[in-house]
């Protein structure tokens, strides 16, 4: 208060300082007066005046953090005053403040708020696009969130705090699927989970492959195989493109890795076989963005698109169901992508049992299209590995 005092003469603040003056001499005066000195920065911050806003919103992080555990009841009033701060057109610097505001509160708040983010969010979620905001206001709303998703991926607070809030997540953007701002929450919502996995640099975060493999779960069974363009699963495949162009080859490994465990520990697939295609295109996504570049370990990459095939061939009737137009999308296109960019060396002793698998019910009639696709991707690897098989 006393820098402030010295730095910022505006009317507005000095009618504030005037005010709070007499409340906070010491720190049990702060204690004993803390509705009041809330109900003022409330007061003072809400006329949004230019000059005064950036001591006030400074303000407002510093009473946080003297208050700590104590400042959760007054957290939905701070919360809707930056809301409604970021939510008008505003100056870039206004943008400034407010977020590294919000971004303190988080930090100052986050053992109290990670164990349960659904009423943080639930405040927020405007700001990530699902009402009109400009996509750098979504933007920076995406990244602050993505610290509190960070730690509550943290292995002391996954299953109690992470699990419950994607799923949140989902639920609230699959009952959004009228709001006609849905393709700006769809990109907020892909910005805030890529930035969570994300760790310093071009590194992926130590908790980020129990996000990735969290988000896999959540994909609900009638989306695995869907062709709609926006939908949860998308949003999951978007985090996996943004997160290849992130990372190097070294740091990307975490990521197939966690496409691996979520398909190796998948319980759904023993009901829902067809299950299977999200991770078969997870598979294609990673491996075909950037043309493989990322893909170090190309021997795993193989090893569970087989695996994943698996119960797909063994189910006969379970494709039947399925619009062609997906299964060729979804399974066949990620598949050949995969193939093409294998190296050869690698690819070869997987031949047999993947052709033996294309070329039996039910995906026997699918070979010849498949053959075609593979041959206007790589004329020269197709004679190599799918002539013998497609003459016969």
Same mark, same amino acid.
């Given at each position: 208060?006393?820098?402030?005092?010295?730095?910022?003469?505006?009317?507005?603040?000095?009618?504030?300082?005037?005010?709070?003056?007499?409340?906070?001499?010491?720190?049990?005066?702060?204690?004993?007066?803390?509705?009041?000195?809330?109900? +003022?920065?409330?007061?003072?911050?809400?006329?949004?005046?230019?000059?005064?806003?950036?001591?006030?919103?400074?303000?407002?992080?510093?009473?946080?953090?003297?208050? @700590?555990?104590?400042?959760?009841?007054?957290?939905?009033?701070?919360?809707?005053?930056?809301?409604?701060?970021?939510? %008008?057109?505003? =100056? *870039?610097?206004?943008?400034?403040?407010?977020? &590294?505001?919000? *971004?303190?509160?988080?930090?100052?708040?986050?053992?109290?708020?990670?164990?349960? #983010?659904?009423?943080?969010?639930?405040?927020?979620?405007?700001?990530?696009?699902?009402?009109? &905001?400009? *996509?750098?206001?979504?933007?920076?709303?995406?990244?602050?969130?993505?610290?509190?998703?960070?730690? &509550?991926?943290?292995?002391?607070?996954?299953?109690?705090?992470?699990?419950?809030?994607?799923?949140?997540?989902?639920?609230?953007?699959?009952?959004?699927?009228?709001? %006609?701002?849905?393709?700006?929450?769809?990109?907020?919502?892909?910005?805030?989970?890529?930035?969570?996995?994300?760790?310093?640099?071009?590194?992926?975060?130590?908790?980020?492959?129990?996000?990735?493999?969290?988000?896999?779960?959540?994909?609900?069974?009638?989306?695995?195989?869907?062709?709609?363009?926006?939908?949860?699963?998308?949003?999951?495949?978007?985090?996996?493109?943004?997160?290849?162009?992130?990372?190097?080859?070294?740091?990307?490994?975490?990521?197939?890795?966690?496409? *691996?465990?979520?398909?190796?520990?998948?319980?759904?697939?023993?009901?829902?076989? #067809?299950?299977?295609?999200?991770?078969?295109?997870?598979?294609?996504?990673?491996? @075909?963005?950037?043309?493989?570049?990322?893909?170090?370990?190309?021997?795993? $990459?193989?090893?569970?698109?087989?695996?994943?095939?698996?119960?797909?061939?063994?189910?006969?009737?379970?494709?039947?169901?399925?619009?062609?137009?997906?299964?060729?999308?979804?399974?066949?296109?990620?598949?050949?992508? $995969?193939?093409? +960019?294998?190296?050869? =060396?690698?690819?070869?002793?997987?031949?047999?049992?993947?052709?033996?698998?294309?070329? %039996?019910?039910?995906?026997?009639?699918?070979?010849?299209?498949?053959?075609?696709?593979?041959?206007?991707?790589?004329?020269?690897?197709?004679?190599? $590995?799918?002539?013998?098989?497609?003459?016969?």
């Amino acid at each position: 208060m006393e820098k402030w005092a010295e730095l910022n003469l505006s009317k507005n603040f000095t009618s504030f300082k005037r005010e709070l003056q007499p409340l906070c001499d010491s720190l049990p005066q702060i204690l004993h007066f803390e509705g009041r000195i809330m109900g +003022l920065l409330e007061k003072y911050i809400s006329e949004q005046d230019l000059e005064s806003l950036e001591p006030l919103l400074d303000l407002l992080t510093a009473f946080a953090h003297d208050l @700590g555990v104590r400042f959760e009841k007054h957290y939905p009033r701070a919360l809707s005053l930056i809301t409604q701060i970021a939510s %008008r057109k505003q =100056d *870039a610097a206004v943008i400034e403040w407010t977020f &590294a505001c919000l *971004a303190f509160l988080f930090k100052y708040l986050s053992k109290l708020l990670v164990p349960d #983010l659904r009423p943080t969010y639930d405040l927020l979620v405007p700001l990530l696009g699902k009402a009109r &905001a400009p *996509a750098h206001i979504t933007r920076s709303a995406a990244e602050a969130l993505s610290f509190l998703v960070k730690k &509550a991926a943290a292995p002391a607070n996954r299953e109690k705090a992470l699990t419950p809030f994607i799923q949140h997540v989902r639920d609230d953007f699959e009952f959004s699927r009228d709001n %006609r701002n849905l393709e700006q929450y769809y990109h907020g919502l892909m910005t805030m989970f890529a930035e969570a996995v994300k760790g310093q640099g071009n590194g992926i975060h130590s908790a980020g492959p129990d996000i990735v493999k969290s988000l896999l779960r959540s994909v609900p069974n009638d989306q695995c195989i869907s062709i709609e363009p926006i939908n949860w699963s998308e949003i999951v495949y978007g985090v996996l493109i943004n997160l290849v162009h992130h990372s190097t080859s070294e740091t990307f490994t975490l990521i197939p890795e966690a496409i *691996a465990d979520a398909a190796n520990s998948d319980e759904l697939l023993a009901q829902f076989p #067809l299950r299977s295609i999200l991770y078969i295109r997870c598979l294609g996504t990673v491996s @075909g963005v950037r043309k493989g570049t990322r893909i170090v370990d190309w021997q795993l $990459v193989l090893r569970t698109l087989l695996q994943c095939l698996g119960p797909i061939s063994k189910d006969a009737k379970s494709l039947d169901t399925v619009e062609s137009t997906a299964i060729w999308q979804q399974l066949l296109v990620n598949i050949a992508i $995969v193939w093409q +960019l294998v190296p050869m =060396d690698i690819l070869i002793p997987y031949i047999t049992e993947f052709t033996g698998i294309l070329t %039996r019910e039910p995906l026997m009639g699918w070979f010849i299209p498949f053959c075609s696709y593979f041959s206007d991707l790589d004329s020269t690897r197709f004679r190599s $590995v799918f002539l013998k098989s497609f003459q016969k």
